[in-house]
Structure formats: C-alpha cells, structure tokens
C-alpha cells in the first residue's frame, strides 16, 4: 500500500454524506449564475458521477472508457484550479488552503497515473480507485465548505466574471486538446491485453 493509500486510509471518512452535502448547499448558495462557482460545483458532481461510473463498470473495456473520462475531466478541473483559482486564494490571504490545495491535487494526479499500470479487473486497481474517489470526496468538500465560500465572499463583485472567463479557457485549453490526443488509456488497455474502449461508451 502507498503513502498515499495509507493516507487516505487513516483520514477517511472524515466527514459524513451529510456534512459533504451542507457544504454543496452552502456552495450553491453563493454561487452566481454560471459564475466560477456554479461552473466548479458542475465539475464535482461530473467528477463524481464519472468516479461512481468506473467502479461499476461490469467488464475491462467499460472500466478503461470510464476511468478515460473521469481522468480527463478530473485533470482539466484541477489544471484551471490551478491556474486560476487558487493563486486567487492565496492573493486574499489563504495561501495556508491555497497550498493544501496544490498538494491534494498532486498527490492524487500521481496516483492516477499509478492506477493506470494495474489490471482494470483486479482488486488493486478497485482499492485503488476507491481510495482516490474518498481522498477527492474530502477535497471537495473543503473546497465548497471552506476555501471557496471564503473566496466567492471576499471577491470583488467585478472580479467574478474575469476569473469565471480565465477558469472556463483553462478547464478548455486541456480537455478541448485531450479529445484530439491518443487516449491515456491506451497504454493500459495494451499492457492487459483489452482492446482501447471508445469515447462515450
């Protein structure tokens, strides 16, 4: 088991459904009409309905064409975090989240890439998988309950519509170019031995 896993062992859960979903409501209720907010609060429930996809896909194929998507989407929502996001954080003061935040996502960007050289029908490749949807289940709850309710309340309302336009163009940047891109799954569909699942399927 990595650092990582026994990590995400040890802390997990630390919070319940409940409190994952009063953090969402409180989200929701700062978040303006398609503003950076509303967009992010998209991407987590996309992000977890594509975590939810890959650990019930019944064969290799569907396993490999969902955990396609979900690391797609997973790492262009975390590059504009990134980019955009969270310097912001750190311009108002929070540069203490702002670099928590940095090093949750690495760490899971790493494992990613980890559990793409496990066999997508082995028990490992499931731990695995599990362990990352639970250590990104407790970043995005500090994200909607803590960093970015403080971020949305301290941020100029004029502010609002620049970030929202430099987070959409850094989320596109990546995953626009990514559906050009040979499928990061590839590599593993071939060390297995399964055929390379379609987009969408």
Known sequence: MSLFD????RIMPPESAEDRANARQVARSLAGDGDWLAIVLQHHEQIESRFNRALTAG?????????RQLAVLLTGHANAEESVLYPALADAGEKADATMAYEEQAMTKVEMALLE????MGEE???KLEHIMGAVQHHVYEEEGTWFAKLQQNLPPAERPRLTR???EEFERYT???????????????QFGHDEPPMGK
């Open 176 to 190: 626009q170019g990514q559906s050009q891109a040979t499928p990061p799954m590839q590599l593993a569909a071939e």
């Open 59 to 67: 064969d290799a194929q569907a396993r490999l064409a969902a955990l």
């Open 166 to 168: 430099r987070f959409v």
């Open 117 to 120: 050289k496990l066999d997508p």
């Open 6 to 9: 026994r990590i995400a062992a």
């Open 125 to 127: 490749w499931r731990e």
